[in-house]
């Protein structure tokens, strides 16, 4: 079992920076693909950013590539989301998932954890 807790999110200006950090509480965090995701009003959750176990690999939505940036350090049980030039189009609740198989990192569907989302509000 995982809990996972966000934190770090706010309002910003359009072209300003965030950083979201997720901590993790239970066994074996550098088991775990860690991934975030985000969900607006009326739309459907849709991946941001994923990082393998040991932070090796990253995968980022075509959206934020360039923007964003994933990381994790194991010793410390956290996983975090840089986000620079925030657009409008970022204001979304984002939330922290934890993968046991990390099969497919960019499905929600794939997740055994979740955190209770940390919202984002850029405005332009």
């Known amino acids: 079992q995982v809990q996972l807790v966000e934190s770090g999110g706010g309002l910003v200006q359009a072209g300003g920076s965030l950083r979201l950090s997720c901590v993790a509480s239970g066994r074996a965090f550098s088991s775990y693909c860690m991934g975030w995701f985000r969900q607006a009003p009326g739309k459907e959750r849709e991946f941001v950013a994923a990082?393998?176990?040991?932070?090796?690999?990253?995968y980022y939505a075509e959206s934020v590539k360039g923007r964003f940036t994933i990381s994790r350090d194991n010793a410390k049980n956290t996983a975090a989301l840089q986000m620079n030039s925030l657009h409008a189009e970022d204001t979304a609740v984002y939330y922290c998932a934890a993968d046991r198989h990390c099969g497919a990192p960019t499905s929600p569907r794939e997740y055994d954890y979740w955190g209770q989302g940390t919202q984002v509000t850029v405005s332009s």
């Open positions: 990082i393998t176990w040991g932070g090796g690999r990253t």
